[in-house]
């Protein structure tokens, strides 16, 4: 069963700081690796989806790795601003079991940046 | 095209009542997820739906829980009897194919609260 896991479960950083965000998945058979932000009482805002061929992926200010044979990605942020503060999810889509749509989510690293 | 949208946002129901859930799905999508968030926990995957058949309902309760999505019409999660316990966040997302590596868009969340 998928287990997944990030580290830590929060960080509080000054402004203008590089972060990174740590997620841990148990079984290394994913088609893909998704990173998330949930602000409170919000909805999911998808940030990067890592195909489990790609070692990594980036979007302005992000990039995200990924080491599927390790079960390991990174969610590095650079510049931090306080309008990144919010909860990061990770959230992997294995292969066991036959599906192809499932989800596991990790339980999130909830970041504040401040000013 | 708007994202998937779920209403309502916040509901409140005493504890026996019933509490029903909409999900409408990004335009052209027939395939419809629905996932729980109970405090302090990540999202856990509980049924997944095409139009008018439930494909995997194996992370539904087995009791007081239905979904359904029909031809018509959003798809809609529906709990009887709701006990405090079931107070969470559900969260719906979907595709126009099953997921396989495609990215997962959420929509906004229904937050229950049973009182």
């Known amino acids: ?106 339980k999130g690293t909830l970041l504040t940046v401040n000013p | 095209n708007a994202g998937v949208m779920q209403n309502p946002r916040h509901l409140v129901r005493r504890r026996g009542q019933e509490a029903r859930l909409r999900c409408s799905p990004m335009k052209g999508h027939s395939h419809v997820y629905w996932y729980r968030q109970l405090p302090e926990e990540g999202l856990k995957f509980m049924v ?11 992370g539904m309760p087995k009791e007081r829980f239905s979904a359904e999505f029909p031809k018509e019409g959003p798809s809609i999660l529906r709990i009887q009897q709701v006990v405090r316990g079931d107070s969470a966040a559900y969260f719906c997302a979907s595709s126009p194919v099953p997921q396989g590596f495609t990215e997962a868009f959420f929509g906004q969340g229904t937050r229950l609260t049973v009182v």
């Not at chain 1, 203008?16 to 740590?22: A, I, M, P, S």
């Open chain 1, 1 to 106: 069963k998928q287990e997944v896991t990030q580290i830590p479960a929060a960080l509080s950083v000054p402004e203008g700081e590089n972060l990174v965000l740590n997620c841990s998945f148990t079984d290394s058979a994913i088609y893909n690796l998704q990173w998330f932000r949930q602000d409170p009482g919000k909805g999911l805002t998808s940030l990067l989806l890592i195909q489990s061929s790609q070692r990594e992926q980036t979007s302005g200010r992000l990039n995200a790795s990924l080491d599927k044979s390790s079960g390991r990605s990174t969610l590095y942020i650079a510049a931090s601003q306080p309008g990144d503060s919010a909860t990061y999810l990770c959230a992997v889509k294995d292969v066991s079991g036959g599906s192809n749509y499932k989800l596991t989510f990790g």
């Open chain 2, 48 to 58: 997944y739906l095409q139009k008018e058949n439930i494909i995997d309902e194996s």
